[in-house]
T-cell receptor
Framework: NAGVTQTPKFRVLKTGQSMTLLCAQD?????MYWYRQDPGMGLRLIHY???????AKGEVPDGYNVSRLKKQNFLLGLESAAPSQTSVYFC????????????FGPGTRLTVL | RKEVEQDPGPFNVPEGATVAFNCTYS??????FFWYRQDCRKEPKLLMS???SGNEDGRFTAQLNRASQYISLLIRDSKLSDSATYLC???????????FGTGTRLTIIP
């Protein structure tokens, strides 16, 4: 099992460009999450999904969109990147809800110039 | 007030010492509690769950005080490999999402 994988691992964007981050899990987990991690801020939840076809806003959703068309994939989109979105993005999945262990992907380091 | 508060450290501790971390949370309806560990430039990984009765996993002991909304982690006989950032984590009322503390950085000194 690969667990949780993220694509790409690194990316540099210019302000105003768009991109999609892909998260895939092979553990048949229902719940999936997108976080961003900034120095001194800890992990903050962007969006999450409690099952295929569902999405919900987290703590910092502005400037991001998500889709969960297939159970194993959770996509995070930046429509018009801003320097404030420079961060490390982590995807995670769990079997059901928060009471179960969350498994994280290796992260995507995004720089917006 | 932050939902989950931790002392950011850093804690610099000699090998073999005992070290304790504390964490407080604001949502009294939180259901589940955890400690995650994050190595430098790596993803977080579950260290242990935290139960009201207290629980132990080898050199690690976690305690939860629901009345005071306080969580602790004790590491005994610390090893160099314990150097990491320790994240206190609390679930939401409906258990659908987690809130992470900003983490406590620990460095074990030879």
């Amino acid at each position: 099992n690969a667990g949780v994988t993220q694509t790409p691992k690194f990316r540099v964007l210019k302000t105003g460009q768009s991109m999609t981050l892909l998260c895939a899990q092979d553990m048949n987990h229902e719940y999936m999450y997108w976080y961003r991690q900034d120095p001194g801020m800890g992990l903050r939840l962007i969006h999450y999904s409690v099952g295929e076809g569902t999405t919900a806003k987290g703590e910092v959703p502005d400037g991001y969109n998500v889709s969960r068309l297939k159970k194993q994939n959770f996509l995070l989109g930046l429509e018009s990147a801003a320097p404030s979105q420079t961060s490390v993005y982590f995807c995670a999945s769990s079997k059901w809800g928060g009471q179960f262990e969350q498994f994280f992907g290796p992260g995507t380091r995004l720089t917006v110039l | 007030r932050k939902e989950v508060e931790q002392d950011p450290g850093p804690f610099n501790v000699p090998e073999g010492a005992t070290v304790a971390f504390n964490c407080t949370y604001s949502n009294s309806a939180s259901q589940s509690f955890f400690w995650y560990r994050q190595d430098c430039r790596k993803e977080p990984k579950l260290l242990m769950s935290v139960y009201s009765s207290g629980n132990e996993d080898g050199r690690f002991t976690a305690q939860l005080n629901r009345a005071s909304q306080y969580i602790s982690l004790l590491i005994r006989d610390s090893k160099l490999s314990d150097s990491a950032t320790y994240l206190c984590v609390v679930t939401s009322t409906l258990n659908e999402k987690l809130t992470f503390g900003t983490g406590t950085r620990l460095t074990i000194i030879p």
